[in-house]
């Protein structure tokens, strides 16, 4: 008989190659089942250690970590990869330069380093980061500059040349009558000269707040800003780090035709693996990228009508938009996730999807999310539009789309899930996420169905449907899954509002529910 051997009797190189290859939620299982177990696991568990404000009655945790991390004789310092700080909402909570200069000191194996606080970074510790792990990767995180107080731009952080990631808002404020991005007093020509220093920089995300007020904003030291147009402003002659990363939302970020044309000359964008427009799809930017970005693998936009530029009146036959789209994305080879936010009721997505995303990148395609946000009302997918998708795309991973209601060969337990479109999905075998969206009519009294206007029956309903999903033994490894109902009223449209509730739950595998209901005072709770 084979003598069996206990998971802690194996070689330690064996048995960290096991937990590189289980998730989180694994390891953290593992760690509950003994003393043994959870020092045996801290190799993976404190690979990544995020230091940040916690609630008072867990705010020792922070405390006996960074006891741990002062020690210089404790394990934890070979295990760490990477150290994140903040964020703090207060500059007291965050670690004193000369506690952060010791660790950064002692730490054995680092390779990524986070500033994700709103305050600058300590010159000390910028110093230690560069001095002791020069190839370290620098990640820095801050949207919250401009409240309660305005910080000015971190020249020196943002200068690094170990800056690998940077998202960041910009402050600016628009002087001229006509309110337009073309003519704005900030920060982008200060933070492009920091860029520019940068030879590292792998992902960008900008956001902007062009309306801060100076006068009444006092404190504000804006003799830095500089005035023109609301981007980077490129010049003849900038050389900007060849990113692989971009997201740029299109509400306060002016992408002009010579804004475009001015980065295209001063990047090399055929690293790009990552675009991320927001809710628009700008034309200029995607008619001067196509053919640029070959290694491209996920690209998000929208069709919120606040972003989208078209005129009033405009067909989807006659869209200039979509057409630019199709074309970007027959300048790209092999796109693996596409998400589409906001999709506004004037757009017809099956014939996008269908012909321009589905035709040309179905079999690479890993991800697909469309999110319709509160103001569509474009019809769910039918039966014969679900069979088509997963015939061009097998190989979805992570699903989310609208489906139509079915009341007529239902879903047994879940009321108006359709069964045929269900089966549909079924054979989808890689899939491992999916987030099904329904719209439910209700009057300004009555709603029908009623069940689906309580938690508990809402997660009643959820978890038939996952159990119909398991129980045809194709979509094993399913591990989440999100149901939304949608409410919406006939002839009122939807509404502003929107409460959402989220919960989890075990049906054989985790999944989670959202119940979206526009009209807050029409929530009933279970009874």
Request: hydrophobic share 40%; with cysteine; net charge negative.
């Amino acid at each position: 008989m084979a003598t069996s051997v206990q998971l802690l009797g194996l070689p330690l190189t064996v048995f960290r190659l096991i937990l590189d290859l289980l998730n989180r939620d694994d390891v953290d299982t593992i760690r509950l089942v003994s003393k043994a177990c959870g020092e045996a696991t801290e190799y993976v568990f404190f690979r990544k250690i995020a230091l940040h404000d916690l609630s008072p009655s867990a705010e020792g945790i922070n405390s006996r970590i960074w006891a741990r991390l002062c020690d210089p004789q404790d394990a934890l310092l070979h295990h760490v990869r990477h150290l994140q700080i903040g964020l703090f909402e207060q500059e007291t909570h965050l670690p004193s330069e000369q506690t952060l200069v010791a660790v950064l000191g002692s730490l054995e194996h680092l390779q990524d380093f986070s500033w994700n606080a709103r305050f600058p970074i300590p010159k000390g510790v910028l110093s230690a980061l560069s001095t002791k792990w020069p190839a370290a990767r620098l990640h820095v995180t801050n949207f919250d500059r401009r409240e309660p107080k305005y910080l000015p731009l971190d020249t020196a952080l943002l200068s690094s040349p170990q800056l690998y990631s940077l998202a960041y808002l910009v402050c600016g404020t628009i002087w001229n009558s006509q309110n337009e991005l073309d003519e704005l007093r900030s920060e982008f020509g200060q933070l492009r000269t920091c860029l520019l220093q940068t030879k590292r920089l792998k992902s960008l995300h900008l956001t902007a707040w062009p309306n801060m007020r100076l006068d009444e904003n006092p404190h504000v030291d804006d003799s830095a800003w500089t005035t023109g147009p609301g981007n980077l402003d490129f010049r003849e002659g900038d050389v900007f780090p060849a990113l692989e990363e971009l997201i740029l939302p299109c509400d306060n970020y002016s992408l002009s035709r010579a804004h475009c044309q001015q980065w295209l000359a001063a990047m090399d964008w055929s690293h790009m693996r990552r675009l991320d427009f927001g809710n628009g799809c700008p034309r200029e930017p995607m008619a001067a990228l196509i053919g640029r970005v070959p290694q491209l693998k996920c690209f998000c936009f929208g069709f919120d009508p606040i972003f989208v530029q078209e005129t009033v009146g405009v067909t989807e036959q006659e869209s200039p938009s979509l057409y630019m789209i199709g074309e970007f994305l027959d300048g790209i080879e092999g796109l693996e996730e596409v998400i589409v936010n906001s999709v506004s009721s004037s757009w017809s997505m099956f014939n996008f999807t269908t012909i321009s995303l589905c035709g040309k990148h179905g079999r690479t395609l890993k991800k697909l999310r469309l999110h319709y946000g509160v103001r569509s009302e474009i019809k769910g997918w039918s039966l014969e539009e679900v069979r088509g998708l997963v015939e061009r795309c097998p190989g979805l991973e992570d699903l989310a789309l609208r489906v139509t209601l079915d009341l007529t060969t239902p879903v047994p337990g879940c009321g108006m899930w359709s069964a045929p479109i269900v089966t549909e999905i079924q054979k989808l075998l890689p899939l491992r996420r999916l987030e099904l969206e329904t719209e439910v009519k209700y009057g300004r009294k009555v709603a029908q169905p009623s069940q689906f206007l309580n938690e508990a029956d809402a997660l009643k309903s959820a978890a038939a449907l996952l159990r119909y999903l398991l129980n045809g033994k194709a979509n094993t490894l399913v591990g989440e899954m999100i149901v939304k109902f949608v409410p919406t009223r006939p002839f009122f449209g939807p509404q502003d509002t929107e409460y959402i509730v989220a919960r989890k739950a075990e049906c054989a595998t985790r999944f989670e529910v959202e119940t979206m209901i526009h009209d807050q005072g029409f929530w009933r709770s279970p009874a």
